[in-house]
């Protein structure tokens, strides 16, 4: 399934056109939050006769030519997969960017999901990146999931950030201490206000040890 023209462009070389004058990490988080805004209104996951609406999203992004990246890209799962596209991996579910070769090649993680009824109404928080893949592929029925821009268009004027988890604090952090916190998240889905408290488990790839293993994540963001 193809996506729409305008959220191609935006997977497709997501970093080009920083400015040169300001600091690069925080250029970096604003454009990743433009595009996580750009999710969070208009797209969802269409799962057979489901749709899902995104909570929680995780940007991870590689390029070999950009240096200064890499205290905080070496988390990203190589992948040769076109804008848009899925890419299921060891720790859940990405949205890819244009990912073609050795050198560019990234996604956005899939943290935590809005299932909704089939008139747009709140139906349930689904957290966890493993719980968000498993959710998507036992709904599918005959055809894979896709990222669907056939949904109630919403405004989320405060979307949340967060550092990523799972991933060296200091690795997301300049020499300036600017945080580069890219994952974003949103406190409610229309007029429902999303429970975050608990905590959820999800495995998750320890590349020193070559091995998978169990990580739990405890959400305290906001209460009811």
Excluded at 7 to 21: S, V, Y
Excluded at 83 to 101: K, M, N, P, R, T
Aim: charged share 30%; net charge neutral; with cysteine.
């Amino acid at each position: 399934m193809k996506i729409s023209e305008e959220l191609r462009k935006k997977l497709t070389n997501p970093l080009q056109g920083l400015d040169e004058k300001n600091d690069k990490f925080v250029e970096v988080q604003n454009k990743f939050k433009g595009i996580a805004k750009k999710l969070f209104d208009n797209y969802g996951i269409k799962c057979g006769n489901k749709i899902f609406r995104f909570a929680e999203i995780e940007f991870y992004y590689y390029n070999k030519k950009e240096k200064w990246q890499d205290k905080w890209n070496t988390a990203t799962y190589y992948r040769d997969k076109n804008a848009g596209e899925l890419f299921f991996h060891y720790s859940g579910v990405d949205i890819c960017f244009q990912s073609d070769s050795e050198n560019e090649f990234g996604g956005i993680l899939i943290r935590s999901l809005v299932e909704i009824d089939e008139n747009g109404n709140y139906v349930a928080l689904h957290k966890g990146p493993m719980i968000c893949a498993n959710l998507m592929l036992n709904s599918c029925e005959e055809k894979m999931p896709f990222v669907s821009d056939k949904v109630d268009s919403l405004d989320y004027n405060m979307i949340q950030s967060d550092f990523r988890f799972g991933v060296d604090k200091e690795s997301q952090e300049d020499e300036k201490n600017n945080n580069l916190q890219l994952c974003f998240f949103v406190n409610q889905y229309k007029d429902t206000v999303l429970e975050w408290n608990g905590a959820t488990e999800t495995l998750v790839w320890d590349k020193k040890k070559g091995e998978l293993k169990i990580s739990k994540r405890y959400y305290n963001r906001f209460k009811k």
